[in-house]
């Protein structure tokens, strides 16, 4: 049964910073790009940033270039974000998901599996 579970929400003040964690299980991910997305109340779920279990190649929405890094560990099938100079308008619901690599990888709709979520709150 694949699952992926995030970790490291939570409330955080206006120019903090939290790392979240997407730990992966179930099957083999090489072939597989993994995303995060994120969703506020009311609003559609956004593309942030995929990497690729091979070779790490990385693709960011632009608005987020410079404060949002991901990052993976291939030995402990875990991926993470690590969120920088948080604003209030950063909070919404994160998720972490796969997608096979042939398929674009910022359309939520493509996606295989996703994590349940985890609240990042940023206070102002």
């Known amino acids: 049964q694949v699952q992926l579970v995030e970790s490291g929400g939570g409330l955080v003040q206006a120019g903090g910073s939290l790392r979240l964690s997407c730990a992966a299980s179930?099957?083999?991910?090489?072939?597989?790009?993994m995303g995060w997305f994120r969703q506020a109340p009311g609003k559609e779920r956004e593309f942030l940033v995929a990497?690729?279990?091979?070779?790490?190649?990385?693709n960011y929405l632009d608005s987020v270039k410079g404060r949002f890094t991901i990052s993976r560990d291939n030995a402990k099938n875990t991926v993470y974000l690590q969120m920088n100079s948080l604003k209030p308008e950063d909070t919404a619901v994160y998720y972490c998901?796969?997608?096979?690599?042939?398929?674009?990888?910022?359309?939520?709709?493509?996606?295989?599996?996703w994590g349940q979520g985890t609240q990042v709150t940023v206070s102002s």
């Open positions: 179930g099957r083999t991910f090489s072939d597989y790009r």
């Open positions: 998901a796969a997608v096979r690599y042939y398929k674009a990888y910022n359309q939520a709709r493509l996606y295989d599996y």
């Open positions: 990497i690729t279990w091979s070779g790490g190649k990385t």
